[in-house]
C-alpha cells in the first residue's frame, strides 16, 4: 500500500479549532479535504495527549549499543583514515555483528561523513607560525585595504588537461562511447605557461611566458606588465603587490628591481597557494578554457586570453570574501 502524505501542521491545528468550534468530523473532513478517518484519529489524539505535533515512533532497536557508538566514535575521531571495515572488526571482536552501511549510518548520525581527503600544502611548524602570525596582522584590516592589492601568480594550462568535468545522459555499458567520454592523452597534449594579475577592480594582464622563467626574465615581465595593469585597475596611490616566495620572486635581483621601483611588497608566509586568491581564479578559467575545447597551442593561448577578460565580477567577488579566509 502506499504511503501517505503527512498532514501539515496547520491543517492539524485547524481540525482541532474546527472540533472546538463544534462541527462534525464530516464537516471537518468536507471543509479541509481530509478523510473522516483521518479527522477523527487527530481529534482522538489531541484528546489524549493535548498536543497534534508528531509523537516519537517506535522502531527497530540499534544494533550498535550507545557504548559502541562512543566506542567508533573515538576511534575515528583520532584517525580519521579508519576504514568501515576496520570499524566492524573492532565491534566483531567487541561481540556486536554489523554490516558496513550499518557503520556508515550510526557514523552519519554523529555528524560525521565519508569524505575524499583534500589535498594540502605540507607544512612545518615554522609555516605554521608564519602562517598564524600573517592571518593576526591581518585580521582586522578593512576591505578597502585588500581592493588596493595587485595579486600575482603563475600558472599552466594543458591543452587537454583535466580542468574540469562533464556529466552525460548515457545507458548501462555505454560508459566508453566516444561521445560519453572525455578525450585525454599522455603529457595534456602540450601546456602554456601563463603569468597574470587582478585587483578588486578586475583582471591585469594576461601574458604567456615562453621561456624557462628566472630572475632576470621575471624582472622583466614585471617592468612590461605590472604597472601598466596598475594603470588599466586604476589603483590608487600606494596600492600594494603581491607575489609568493617562489625562488624568482625572492631573487636578490627581483628584490632590489622592486626597491628601486618603490613598490609596497605584501609580506608573504612560504608555502599558503591557498591564501592567494588568484588561484581561485586560475581554477575559473582553465574550467572555461577547457569548456571551449582548444586543439592545439595557438587556440588554447587565444582562448585563455579572451576568457580572462571575461572574470571582473568574480576577482571583486575574490577579494570581498578574502576576509572570511
Known amino acids: 500500500m502506499a504511503k501517505t502524505k503527512e498532514l501539515l501542521k496547520d491543517t492539524r491545528n485547524k481540525i482541532v479549532d474546527l472540533h472546538q468550534a463544534g462541527k462534525t468530523e464530516s464537516a471537518i473532513g468536507k471543509q479541509l479535504g481530509v478523510k473522516k478517518s483521518t479527522v477523527g484519529a ?9 498536543t497534534t505535533d508528531n509523537l516519537p515512533r517506535s522502531g527497530a532497536p540499534r544494533k550498535i549499543s550507545p557504548r559502541g557508538v562512543k566506542m567508533i566514535t573515538r576511534t575515528v575521531s ?80 594543458e591543452l587537454f588537461g583535466k580542468n574540469s568535468t562533464c556529466r552525460v545522459w548515457r545507458r548501462k555499458n555505454a560508459e566508453l562511447h566516444p561521445k560519453n567520454t572525455i578525450p585525454t592523452v599522455k603529457h595534456g597534449g602540450g601546456n602554456i605557461m601563463l603569468w597574470g594579475c587582478f585587483s578588486a577592480k578586475g583582471p591585469g594582464r594576461l601574458i604567456r611566458v615562453k621561456e624557462r622563467m628566472n630572475g632576470a626574465m621575471y624582472c622583466e615581465i614585471l617592468s612590461k606588465n605590472l604597472l601598466p595593469s596598475a594603470s588599466l585597475l586604476k589603483m590608487k ?19 632590489e ?69
Request: charged share 35%; proline share 6%; aromatic share 8%.
Open 42 to 50: 487527530m481529534i482522538r489524539k489531541w484528546k489524549t495527549y493535548k
Open 237 to 255: 596611490c600606494g596600492w600594494v603587490f603581491q607575489h609568493d616566495n617562489d625562488p624568482k620572486h625572492t631573487a636578490r635581483a627581483t628584490k
Open 78 to 157: 583520532k584517525n580519521p583514515r579508519t576504514t568501515r571495515g576496520d570499524l566492524v572488526n573492532d565491534l566483531q571482536r567487541a561481540g556486536t555483528k554489523v554490516t558496513k552501511a550499518t557503520i556508515s549510518n550510526t557514523l552519519r548520525r554523529q555528524r560525521l561523513k565519508s569524505c575524499s581527503a583534500r589535498r594540502a600544502p605540507l607544512l612545518k611548524p615554522v609555516h605554521v607560525r608564519a602562517r598564524l602570525k600573517f592571518a593576526r596582522e591581518h585580521l582586522d584590516d578593512p576591505e578597502e585595504d585588500w581592493e588596493n592589492v595587485i595579486w600575482s601568480d603563475e600558472t599552466k594550462i
Open 257 to 325: 628591481w622592486l626597491r628601486k621601483k618603490h613598490f609596497k611588497v605584501l609580506e608573504w608566509p612560504s608555502q599558503s597557494p591557498d591564501l592567494n586568491p588568484i588561484e581561485n581564479l586560475w581554477r575559473e578559467l582553465k574550467i572555461h578554457v577547457a569548456q571551449r575545447q582548444p586543439q592545439n597551442i595557438t587556440a588554447l593561448e587565444e582562448i585563455s586570453m579572451e576568457e580572462w577578460a571575461k572574470l571582473p565580477a568574480l576577482c571583486k567577488n575574490l577579494v570581498a570574501t578574502y576576509r572570511k579566509r
